[in-house]
């Protein structure tokens, strides 16, 4: 027996089988070394691999070309060109021949010196390639490591608990979900994106667990507390019973909030409250209606294109958006254009791992061009058949840029003969964002606070590394007056102000936002029962009190002091492993 500790980041419990998973990357190969007559068959397997891996780039190319333009197609003529390389494939079995180590050991040996080399070069073109360098030789270790082209969490056994250094976003979409029962993480924070699709999909999860793949070593059954972040491998028959007496209080606790699913969301003093989801993916969409939401406040657009080879086609992407738009009738369905980011990029798009900063946002999108006016004309094409249809631009951080994208919007419009002027929205998730808020208000229908971002960029704090919950880091004053001034400055403008960061659907949290004046949370589907039922709960003048307090309260004594404003039956449903 033995218990980690870490971040809860999904409340719930999960009892299950332990399933280690290894993600491939080239700065993190495990050293398996081989005997001799094993050389032939490790290189039978790399020459496996080079061959799907120069299809799939072959057919990436085709479609980049297609779908988006022959410029950001031609990136692939470099990988394809690396792949085809015989010497790459010389090398690589001479290191397997001479160090006696596995295909994936020789080739991210090769793929680092060759990048470093590149890197040093001194010569622009050449430093560039050291990325690419980089893209191949994870591809190929992706490769290497499937089984006929599947990735290891596609099909998992029943009651499965993933214990992962950390789980791309692309990983945990593409995962066996009906057999997936909880998640335990070394890293990634509580905001990070595989954690917000872990809340999305009501699975147990709990992050920062140091040691976890070294212990998980000849563990196979595990007991995860996604409410209190704790982990307990091989657990006694105590320990068992401990775990079951608490998830049943937290599933009995969890009944009682959904009792409640079918009520309006308003305050014990009839102040009423909106409250829409956040939505990941296409099949999200039947949760609104499940969870009785006024619509969609944030749909994150990029994962449908994490899991493709190459940009969605116009008619693919606007199938996604239609659905959504059908399935909430009169209410908005927000649609987040894409918002990249080093750890959610797709396949397609080549990305420098050092150029984290660079690739966000509607900076980014802009840039891309090709790919935004696309996805423009798709939202603009369902807006004819769907006029509750509105766009959200991410990471806003200036209004020339808003411009250009408005630009971008009004010409598709017009050539799509779009009758009426979509709404259209600004994502508040920098200071950069704040200070120029009177210009960006000036141009849009509504704005929207991204704290995941907002925390992350005005605290200085790394949101995919585990260190706080999401409550402990918005808790802090400076955060809470930055949300307060936007707020202040969207209602004398006369402008409709919402928040869709993960803190939104932590149910103190959502009282505090409540009473720093928001009317409109967008939150994780499965998190809406408890968000509604706190905010039935409470009054204007407690979710006041509650937001006075924290904004001068030290972040790290305020939970104690604001749970004391909160009514006491309240109290002990939030004690039951409701927070995040
Ligand atoms: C945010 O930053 O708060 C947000 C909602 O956007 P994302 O989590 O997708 O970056
Ligand atoms: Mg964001």
């Known amino acids: 027996m033995k218990a980690l500790r870490g971040i809860a980041v999904s409340p719930g419990y999960a009892n299950g089988n332990v399933v280690v998973y290894r993600s491939p990357m080239l700065d993190a190969v495990e050293r398996r070394t081989i005997s001799t007559d094993e050389v032939e068959g490790e290189f039978k397997r790399l020459c496996a691999a080079l061959d799907r891996a120069i299809e799939e780039v072959s057919v990436v190319r085709q479609q980049v070309a297609a779908d988006v333009g022959e410029s950001e197609a031609s990136i692939f003529d470099a990988h394809a060109a690396m792949l085809s390389d015989p010497v790459l494939k010389d090398h690589v079995h001479v290191g397997m021949r001479e160090n006696l180590v596995c295909a994936e050991v020789a080739l991210a040996d090769e793929m680092q010196a060759f990048a470093k080399g590149l890197a040093s070069s001194g010569n622009d073109y050449m430093s ?12 190929l270790l992706r490769h290497l490591s499937l089984d006929e082209g599947k990735s290891p969490l596609a099909e998992l056994p029943p009651h499965s608990v993933i214990f992962a250094r950390d789980l791309m976003p692309s990983e945990t979409v593409g995962m066996d979900r009906k057999n997936v029962t909880g998640i335990a993480t070394e890293s990634g924070g509580p905001t990070s994106h595989a954690a917000i699709l872990a809340r999305s999909l009501a699975i147990p999860a709990v992050t920062g667990l140091n040691g976890l793949l070294d212990s998980a070593a000849s563990v196979s059954i595990c007991l995860l507390d996604g409410a209190r972040g704790s982990l307990v491998l091989d657990p006694s028959d105590l320990q068992r019973r401990r775990f079951v007496g608490r998830r049943r209080k937290f599933e009995l606790s969890q009944s009682l909030m959904r009792l409640m699913e079918r009520e309006v969301c308003q305050l014990r003093n009839g102040t009423c409250v909106k409250l829409l989801a956040n939505i990941n993916q296409g099949s999200d969409v039947d949760l609104v209606g499940e969870h009785n939401l006024d619509g ?37 369905v927000t649609i987040r254009t ?51 249809l509105r766009i959200l631009f991410p990471m806003v ?73 999401i409550s402990e880091c918005s808790l802090h004053p400076s955060l809470l007056r930055a949300i307060r001034q936007i707020v202040e400055t969207a209602d004398r403008e006369n402008c409709p102000v919402g928040i869709c960061g993960e803190a939104a659907s932590d149910p103190i949290m959502a009282g505090i936002f409540v009473g720093l004046g928001i009317r409109e949370l967008s939150v994780s589907p499965a998190r809406a029962p408890v968000v509604r039922y706190t905010l039935r709960h409470l009054t204007l003048a407690e979710a006041k009190r509650a937001a006075d307090c924290a904004i001068h309260a030290d972040p790290s004594a305020a939970m104690g002091e604001l749970q004391t404003i909160f009514p006491p039956e309240l109290r002990s449903i939030l004690a039951m492993g409701s927070r995040v």
Not at 128 to 139: K, Q, Y
Not at 309 to 327: D, E, G, K, T, V
Not at 347 to 361: H, N
């Open 128 to 139: 560039e390639l050291a990325m690419d360098a980089r893209d191949v030789g994870n591809r």
């Open 296 to 332: 969609i406040g944030l749909y994150r657009t990029e994962l449908m294109y994490l899991s493709a080879h190459s940009a969605p086609s116009h008619p693919i992407q606007s199938r996604h958006y239609n659905r959504a738009a059908a399935a909430c009738g009169d209410n908005p």
């Open 338 to 388: 894409f918002d990249f980011a080093v750890e959610k990029h797709p396949l397609f798009l080549s990305v420098d791992p050092s150029s984290s900063l660079e690739l966000r946002g509607l900076r980014f999108a802009l840039r891309q061009s090709r790919l935004f006016k696309s996805q423009l004309r798709a939202i603009v094409r369902s807006a004819k058949k769907f006029p509750n």
């Open 397 to 469: 951080t200036g209004w020339w840029e808003l411009k250009e994208a408005l630009d971008l919007v009004k010409v598709v419009s017009e050539e799509e003969q779009l009758e009426h002027k979509m709404p259209i929205g600004a994502m508040i998730e920098t200071p950069a964002a704040i200070f120029a808020l009177p210009e960006i208000i000036e141009q849009v229908d509504f704005i929207s606070i991204g704290c995941n971002d907002l925390a992350q960029y005005t605290l200085a704090m790394d949101r995919s590394s585990p260190g706080q919950t």
